[in-house]
């Protein structure tokens, strides 16, 4: 990995890890509790970080997969390849936290209303997006399959955050991007986007991390191939 | 003291120091406002226990990954 990428991943790694203790002595102990929910309501702070990070890395897939078959540059597709991982990882957090905040507020673990279910669908279309990866034989092949439904399961993010408008719904609308501006208290929209950031930056320091690790394990592979391609010595073992 | 002696104090002891038996003395109060404001205090930390634990379990698979493609490729 070149040292670039090392310097940058730690140098926001840090960065994130001081704004997630930033952001936990905020969720703990300084935002006021909401008087409805309750302390359960705390779970915001790290939900909606999630879902953020979660619609941006899989932007950054399919940004970067139009782009690859477009271009055919690797670098696009180890970029979609590291941004879709993060993306997995983010909406599970996203599918896990939000029943235990409905448990509480809904009384119901899981209801099939067009967000939750629209979002359980973004999470199974970038599964299919590795497993359609590993599915060929051709590795060149994989990506380009990859990457279409890198693209395709991006509209699948316009329709989720749309979903609470168009559809009657249970989760509820929007507080903080809505035409009319955000309905929060300050205090809360402040520990909002100190997750926002905690959250974006911890993404970009282990997509760099993660970016590194892909190109290592392509360079590998290459030369690899290029070692089975290579004229064996004559009186070698077979 | 034997152990039957014990246990009967232990039990005791719970039972007096337990939240229903304060509410009955005159902290009805308090744990209504616990019950109101505090609802789903466990759904919050575990809420925060799995994002962490993903979140850990993501660098250390990067990090063993990582070691394992460093090693191959010096070998």
Redesign the interface.
């Known amino acids: 990995m070149s040292s670039k990428i090392r310097w940058t991943g730690a140098v926001l790694g840090v960065l994130g890890i001081a704004t997630t203790l930033v952001l936990l002595w905020m969720v703990f102990f300084w935002v006021p509790t909401e008087r409805t929910m309750g302390v359960v309501q705390r779970i915001f702070y790290i939900h909606v970080p999630a879902a953020w990070v979660a619609f941006m890395a899989f932007g950054i897939v399919a940004i970067c997969s139009a782009v690859y078959l477009w271009l055919k540059d690797e670098r696009l597709d180890m970029a979609a390849v590291s941004a879709a991982e993060g993306g997995m990882l983010f909406t599970t957090i996203v599918l896990l936290t939000g029943p235990l905040w409905g448990r509480v507020a809904w009384g119901t673990w899981w209801t099939w209303e067009p967000r939750l279910t629209l979002t359980l669908l973004l999470w199974f279309i970038y599964l299919g997006y590795f497993l359609v990866r590993a599915s060929t034989d051709n590795p060149q092949r994989g990506k380009r399959f990859a990457a279409v439904v890198g693209i395709v399961g991006a509209l699948d993010i316009p329709l989720i955050h749309l979903s609470v408008v168009w559809f009657r719904s249970l989760h509820p609308a929007p507080v903080v991007m809505k035409p009319e501006g955000p309905s929060l208290d300050p205090a809360m929209l402040a520990t909002l986007f100190v997750g926002l950031g905690a959250s974006t930056l911890v993404f970009f320091s282990f997509f760099l991390f993660r970016y590194g690790l892909e190109r290592m394990t392509q360079a590998l592979a290459h030369r690899e191939m290029a070692a089975q391609a290579a004229p064996r010595p004559e009186g070698a073992a077979s | 003291m034997n152990t039957r002696a014990i246990t009967f104090l232990v039990v005791a002891a719970l039972v007096l120091l337990s939240p229903e038996m304060g509410s009955s003395q005159g902290m009805a109060d308090a744990s209504a406002i616990a019950g109101?404001?505090?609802?789903?205090?466990t759904?919050?930390f575990?809420?925060?226990a799995?994002?962490w634990a993903?979140?850990v379990g993501?660098?250390i698979s990067?990090a063993r990954?990582?070691g394992r493609?460093?090693k191959?490729?010096k070998e």
Request: zero cysteines; proline letters at 0%.
């Open positions: 109101q404001n505090l609802r789903g205090y759904h919050m575990i809420a925060y799995i994002a993903l979140v993501w660098v990067i990954r990582l493609v460093e191959a490729l």
